[in-house]
C-alpha cells in the first residue's frame, strides 16, 4: 500500500450536532498522530466538483467542539452523479460531473478521502471508489439514527435531548389550557426521535412510520385521561407517521432532484382530534431546531471517535468501509452492507413494548381495551 500524506474530509447532507467533533478528531489525528495533512473541501461534493477547498490545520479545529453544524458547510443537492448546475439565465441543469471529482482528487495529491454523511453521501462515496477508484472512508452521520450496520449515528442524543425539552415545555402549558399537544419531530421513514423523546418527555401517543395509525385509539386514550382527571395530552408525532387507511405528508418536493421533505401530518391530525374530542388542539412543528445547536456529550463523544478510528482506517487501508459504533467498539464495516438499507424500529421492539406497558399509545390499538384498561 502507498504511504498516506495527504486526505480529503468532506460532509454532505443535513447537518447534525457532531460534525465538529468528527472534523476536530480527524485532523487531530491525522496530524498528530499520523503527520498527515487534510484538506476540507467546502459544501459537500460540489466541494470536489468546483474546487473549494482549504487546508485544515490544528488552528483550524481549536474550539469546534461544541458547535453545532459543519464548519466545512454542506449540500443536499450536491450528488456528483447528478450534479445540479445553476445557469446564468436561471434554469438548472443536471450532468454527471463524477469524472472531475476523480480529476480534482488527482490533482490535489490526494491519497484518500473521508465523507463524513448518511445513506445517499455514503452511497456516492461508495460508488465513487468503485466508478472511479477513489479510496473512501465513511463516516455515518445523521440526527435519524437510521442507517444500517451502526448502532447509532451522532446527533441523535441532541436531537432527542432538544425534543425532550419541547416535550417538557408543553407539558406544562399543555396542563394549565386543558389542551391536547402535538408535537411534530423529524426522523424521515424511521420513528426513533419520536419514540426515544415520547417515553424521555413522558407522551401520552406516540405516531410513527413504523406503526401506522388510526385516530380512534388517540381519541380513547385522551378520554381515557379525561375521565380520570387529567384533561390535557400530549401526542409525539413523528415527520413521517402516516394513517393505516392513508398517505404520508409532503411539505416540498424538489422539482429537480425529487427529494421529497416530509412534513405536516400534525396539521392535518389536529382538526380531527379537536373535532373528536371538542378540546383544543395545538400544533409544535419542532424542525431543524433539533438539528441546531451545540452537541451533546455523547455526540461529541461519539463524534470524536469515529473520526479518530475513521483515520486508522486510512492508515489500514481499509478503503470502501464506513465506521460504525456496535456494541462498545467501533469497528469497520464494508460500505456496501451500511448503504441502502434504513434501520427502522421494531413495531415489537423492547422500547415500543416498554412504552405501550406504560400506557404510551401508537394508534394500533384496540379503542375499547384503551377505556377498559386505563
Ligand atoms: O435526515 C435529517 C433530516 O433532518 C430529516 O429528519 C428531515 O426530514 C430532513 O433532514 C430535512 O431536510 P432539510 O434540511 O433539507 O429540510
New binding site residues.
Partial sequence: MSKIRQIGVLTG??DAPGLNAVIRALTKSAILDHGVRVIGFNDGFSGMVEMKTHELGLHDVRGILPRGGTILGTT?RGNPFEYVERLADGTERVSDASATVAKNFERLGLDALVVIG?DGTLSIAHRLMQEHGIPVVGVPK???NDLAATDRTFGFATAVEVATDALDRLHTTAESHHRIMLLEV???EAGWIALHSGVAGGADVVLIPEIPFQVEPVIAKVWARQNRGTPFSIVVVA?GARPKDGDQVYQSVDPVTGWK??GGISYELAPILQGKTGLEVRVTVLG?IQ?GGSPCADDRILGTRLGAEAMRLVMRGRFDHMVALRGEEIEAVPMEKAINRLKLVDPNGQLVRNARSLGIVFGDEDPDEILDTR
Fill in positions: 447532507g443535513g443536499n448518511g445523521t440526527i435519524d423529524m426522523g424521515r415527520e421533505r416530509l431543524h438539528r
